[in-house]
């Protein structure tokens, strides 16, 4: 089976960083995905990473190291829109490639 | 379409009763899954299309769930006998490649959700 860890729930000032910790043990590891969901909305992808590293796009930015079997979604600058919930997920070779879902964070902004 | 579409968006059922949930994919996406989220949980994996052959359907709760995906888009999730625990958002999505081969460097980010179905069982 897999196991998908990241808490429940952080809060941040408006224009402040925000880093989410995912946790995961996996065999078949083929990928990382960070989505966002808005409450009632389709959750919307954001970053993939596959080898180690930092991968960066604009404000955001994802962290995979696989021998830890750890990554951290960075959420620079943050604005009051990015009140959401961010679910880590991990892709499983061995299982036909199917996402696997952490719990997902609730982030709150706050002015 | 653009984009995934699901239907209805929002549906009441009296414990009971028969639903079907439908799904329109993307035109052209090989592969198609359905997922379950609970109230302020992740999704959970339900069953997974690779066109119309259903490959994979160990998430599906009991048999009383049932999909299907006759001509390699559209599908449909049938639940039967619905009881209050089946109350959830079922999410579906779609992707371009044929999930499960090759380099994970061929398979893109292209994992496509609706906006769900809301079941409420009541």
């Known amino acids: 089976g897999q196991n998908i860890d990241q808490p429940t729930e952080m809060t941040a000032t408006e224009g402040a960083i925000v880093q989410i910790n995912c946790t995961y043990q996996?065999?078949?590891?083929?990928?990382l995905f960070w989505y966002q969901q808005h409450a009632g909305e389709a959750p919307t992808f954001l970053s993939y990473n596959v080898l180690d590293g930092l991968e960066e796009k604009g404000r955001f930015s994802s962290f995979l190291s696989r021998s830890k079997g750890y990554s951290y979604l960075l959420l620079k600058e943050l604005q009051m829109k990015d009140s959401a919930s961010y679910l880590c997920?991990?892709?499983?070779?061995?299982?036909?490639?199917?996402?696997?879902f952490g719990g997902g964070t609730r982030v709150l902004v706050k002015p | 379409g653009a984009g995934v579409s699901q239907s209805p968006r929002y549906k009441v059922a009296k414990r009971g009763q028969d639903v079907a949930l439908r799904c329109d994919p993307i035109?052209?996406?090989?592969?198609l899954f359905w997922y379950q989220q609970a109230l302020g949980q992740g999704p959970e994996f339900l069953t997974y299309?690779?066109?119309?052959?259903?490959?994979?359907k160990s998430g599906l709760p009991s048999d009383r769930f049932f999909a299907e995906r006759p001509e390699g888009s559209v599908s449909t999730l049938k639940i039967q006998r619905t009881q209050q625990e089946d109350s959830a958002v079922y999410l579906c999505?779609?992707?371009?490649?044929?999930?499960?081969?090759?380099?994970?460097?061929?398979?893109?980010?292209?994992?496509?959700f609706g906006s769900g179905t809301r079941l409420t069982v009541v």
């Open positions: 999505a779609s992707s371009l490649d044929r999930a499960g081969t090759g380099s994970p460097f061929a398979i893109g980010y292209g994992y496509t």
């Open positions: 035109s052209g996406h090989v592969s």
């Open positions: 996996t065999s078949g590891f083929n990928g």
């Open positions: 997920a991990v892709r499983n070779k061995a299982a036909g490639n199917k996402l696997t």
């Open positions: 299309f690779q066109n119309e052959a259903q490959l994979d």
